[in-house]
């Protein structure tokens, strides 16, 4: 049996107005399960972005249950200014 390979063709995504502050490489803030956490917005979505966690809480339980990722709406972060 000849085995294909299958390849995936990336989505291009809308983005919804709440999310054209939030480009790929923003740091922002946000809180899950009442923790504030800060990262890096990996990929934006259309209503939401996937971040990576800082490395300040890259051993917290969380983090590591999630695998160092987790996706939030637009709506429940904000943009950390330096």
Do not use: C, W
Request: glycine content about 4%; cysteine-free; charged content about 35%.
């Amino acid at each position: 049996m000849e085995k294909r390979k299958v390849r995936r063709t990336e989505e291009k995504f809308e983005v919804s107005a709440e999310g054209k502050p939030y480009v790929k490489g923003t740091h922002v803030e946000f809180t899950y399960k009442r923790h504030k956490f800060t990262g890096i917005i990996e990929k934006q979505l259309r209503n939401s972005a996937i971040i990576v966690f800082d490395p300040e809480f890259a051993d917290s339980y969380i983090a590591l249950e999630l695998k160092q990722r987790i996706v939030i709406s637009y709506a429940k972060m904000k943009i950390i200014v330096a």
